[in-house]
T-cell receptor
């Protein structure tokens, strides 16, 4: 069965800490892995990863994909209260000649002042 | 500004009632999607449409219906056949299917 599993499900840290969020997957015909940040309501796009070992970076956020071990990590350094959100991982793959996208459960991050 | 607009933000459904959630985008995207989000679960795909006048069932289509008469609009109807409709519903669109989805702000549906 195709699945995407995120860990931890929730995390509480203090401002300035560094956090690592994990996303592992089991799919056939992998195409890409995407990270989204969901504050309040609408998820917003963070990264799209297609190649192993190439780090994508945006400010204090970075992400990398390991296609051999089938996982990705999202790192946030020097966390701020504004980083508090649900972080969603999604994997795009091909099944029965059709592109599909499945989401993990999400990791809820709370950053305390 | 380009984006996706969902309405209403909150909706209440009575027993046996059909309700329709609106989703409009002005991003000129061909693909549009409806997801359901329940607490502690990931987003689950209800329906998607890759082009006007065509749509496909997702993983949890039972009890829902959609239409795609215009490129900009993809309304979702929650029918009385959906026995557990209470959830947060997200509409999304993308230029290419399943790539970099743009999401609306969601509709919280509750049952009276």
């Amino acid at each position: 069965e195709d699945k995407v599993v995120q860990s931890p499900l929730s995390l509480v840290v203090h401002e300035g800490d560094t956090v690592t969020l994990n996303c592992s997957y089991e799919v056939t015909n992998f195409r890409s892995l995407l990270w989204y940040k969901q504050e309040k309501k609408a998820p917003t796009f963070l990264f799209m990863l297609t190649s192993s070992g190439i780090e994508k970076k945006s400010g204090r956020l970075s992400s990398i994909l390991d296609k051999k071990e089938l996982f990705s990590i999202l790192n946030i350094t020097a966390t701020q209260t504004g980083d508090s959100a649900v972080y969603l991982c999604a994997v795009e793959f091909v099944s029965s000649n059709t592109g599909k996208l499945i989401f993990g459960q999400g990791t809820t991050l709370q950053v305390k002042p | 500004d380009g984006g996706i607009t969902q309405s209403p933000k909150y909706l209440f459904r009575k027993e046996g009632q059909n309700v329709t959630l609106s989703c409009e985008q002005n991003l000129n995207h061909d693909a549009m999607y409806w997801y359901r989000q329940d607490p502690g679960q990931g987003l689950r795909l209800i329906y998607y449409s890759q082009i006007v006048n065509d749509f496909q069932k997702g993983d949890i289509a039972e009890g829902y219906s959609v239409s795609r008469e215009k490129k900009e609009s993809f309304p979702l109807t929650v029918t009385s056949a959906q026995k557990n409709p209470t959830a947060f519903y997200l509409c999304a669109s993308s230029y290419l299917t399943n790539e970099k989805l743009f999401f609306g702000s969601g509709t919280q549906l509750s049952v009276l």
